[in-house]
């Protein structure tokens, strides 16, 4: 029923940008909550950055000044902007969100299959 579709991840040296695009697709659906997360090897899942369907933010510490998240509600899809880029950024990015039915109480939650960001020294 919805999918979540990430683009953008490839390998950057340290300093340069990324942006990555989530593309939420879904009959009928209407989406809330979106964000993006990351997994580097050996550590757990970490949230990256939030996004409301009213726009409100919140960032991890580690990327505060460095990444900004964005939404376009008209394309249901989820931006965000690397910048800054550093080794410790390296990981796989997973975008998130929370989808309901039109006009239906019952959000769930989905995830993407993940893009790889590789950021050289």
């Known amino acids: 029923q919805v999918q979540l579709v990430e683009s953008g991840g490839g390998l950057v040296q340290a300093g340069g940008s990324l942006r990555l695009s989530c593309a939420a697709s879904?009959?009928?659906?209407?989406?809330?909550?979106m964000g993006w997360y990351r997994q580097a090897p050996g550590k757990q899942r970490e949230l990256v950055a939030r996004?409301?369907?009213?726009?409100?933010?919140n960032y991890a510490d580690s990327v505060k000044g460095r990444f900004t998240i964005s939404r376009d509600n008209a394309k249901n899809t989820v931006y965000l902007q690397m910048n800054s880029l550093k080794p410790e950024d390296t990981a796989v990015y997973y975008c998130?969100?929370?989808?309901?039915?039109?006009?239906?109480?019952?959000?769930?939650?989905?995830w993407g299959q993940g893009t790889q960001v590789t950021v050289s020294s």
């Open positions: 998130n969100a929370d989808a309901h039915p039109v006009f239906l109480r019952g959000s769930r939650n989905y």
């Open positions: 996004i409301t369907s009213s726009g409100s933010t």
């Open positions: 879904g009959s009928a659906f209407s989406f809330d909550d």
